[in-house]
T-cell receptor
Framework: KNQVEQSPQSLIILEGKNCTLQ??????????LRWYKQDTGRGPVSLTI?????NTKSNGRYTATLDADTKQSSLHITASQLSDSASYIC?????????????FGRGTSLIVHP | DAMVIQNPRYQVTQFGKPVTLSCSQT?????MYWYQQKSSQAPKLLFH???????NEADTPDNFQSRRPNTSFCFLDIRSPGLGDAAMYLC??????????????FGPGTRLLVL
């Protein structure tokens, strides 16, 4: 069964500090992995997407890494800002039966304190 | 520029009273999805349309129905809402096929409260 596990479930950091969120998946065969940011009461917004051959992708202060061998990804946030407070969701798409339906993680809730 | 629009943003209904949530898109995407998201949980796929082809997830209750009258619009009908149906309902779109960026674009969601 395809699964995406994220850790930690929640995280509180001070403004300006860095943090790293983790995502482990069992989706196979693997197609791509995407990190979304979901603000409270909003729909998710895509931050990065990585395919099998990519092991790092940056979007401003967000840097995602992918290790397809160990089926792990991380999202690193540098110099956190109050506006980074949100839920971060890891979404993995496989190629099972030609399906394009992605598997969602439960998300990591990040709170940035001033 | 809103690309996936959901109305209303907040919906209050009574136990057992039918309710319809709407989603529209300006992206001309051929796939539209409906997700249910409860607090601190991942979005759960209810069903999706690939063009006019309706695809229901195996564990989606019969209480949930959907309509897609044209490419731009998709509706979620909850025939007899129960207290357990209170959640955020997310609509998403995706272009499958030529030009597929494999990105789902989400609407802002409709938060449903059942009294």
């Amino acid at each position: 069964k395809n699964q995406v596990e994220q850790s930690p479930q929640s995280l509180i950091i001070l403004e300006g500090k860095n943090c790293t969120l983790q995502c482990n998946y069992t989706v196979s065969p693997f197609s791509n992995l995407r990190w979304y940011k979901q603000d409270t009461g909003r729909g998710p917004v895509s931050l990065t997407i990585m395919t099998f051959s990519e092991n790092t992708k940056s979007n401003g202060r967000y840097t995602a890494t992918l290790d397809a061998d160990t089926k792990q990804s991380s999202l690193h946030i540098t110099a956190s800002q109050l506006s980074d407070s949100a839920s971060y969701i890891c979404v993995v798409r496989g190629l099972s039966g030609g399906s394009y339906i992605p598997t969602f993680g439960r998300g990591t809730s990040l709170i940035v304190h001033p | 520029d809103a690309m996936v629009i959901q109305n209303p943003r907040y919906q209050v209904t009574q136990f057992g009273k039918p309710v319809t949530l709407s989603c529209s898109q300006t992206l001309n995407h051929n796939v539209m999805y409906w997700y249910q998201q409860k607090s601190s949980q991942a979005p759960k796929l209810l069903f999706h349309y690939y063009d006019k082809d309706f695809n229901n997830e195996a564990d989606t209750p019969d209480n949930f129905q959907s309509r897609r009258p044209n490419t731009s619009f998709c509706f979620l009908d909850i025939r007899s809402p129960g207290l357990g149906d209170a959640a955020m309902y997310l609509c998403a779109t995706h272009r499958r096929g030529a030009g597929d960026t494999e990105t789902q674009y989400f609407g802002p969601g409709t938060r449903l409260l059942v009294l």
